[in-house]
């Protein structure tokens, strides 16, 4: 069973910048592909953005392109999110995931092995 740990959260002023970590358990991590989604208070949980397991093709929600990055290091284990430019509407949870299939990236349904979530606030 894979586990994530997200790190990387916290308080932000608006037009400020957060980098997201997600470090997985297991190092087969590299095979498969990796999601990030974020959940407001009282709103649906939303696709921010997924990398394909060697970083081949990189997705993006219409919201966060052109400010969030994604990225993979396969050797740490490791995901992040570069956020930059952040609004208050970025405000949420946000949480890394496994994608299996390697297709279906912009639902949560193919998805598993969520992680914890990790509290970003940006102020404005």
């Known amino acids: 069973q894979v586990q994530l740990v997200e790190s990387g959260g916290g308080l932000v002023q608006a037009g400020g910048s957060l980098r997201l970590s997600c470090a997985a358990s297991?190092?087969?991590?590299?095979?498969?592909?990796m999601g990030w989604f974020r959940q407001a208070p009282g709103k649906e949980r939303e696709f921010v953005a997924a990398i394909t397991w060697n970083a081949g093709s990189i997705y993006y929600a219409d919201s966060v392109k052109g400010r969030f990055t994604i990225s993979r290091d396969n050797a740490k284990n490791t995901v992040y999110l570069q956020m930059n430019s952040l609004k208050p509407e970025d405000t949420a949870v946000y949480s890394c995931?496994?994608?299996?299939?390697?297709?279906?990236?912009?639902?949560?349904?193919?998805?598993?092995?969520w992680g914890q979530g990790t509290q970003v606030t940006v102020s404005s």
């Open positions: 995931a496994v994608n299996r299939y390697n297709s279906g990236y912009y639902s949560s349904l193919t998805y598993d092995s």
């Open positions: 297991v190092r087969t991590l590299g095979r498969y592909a």
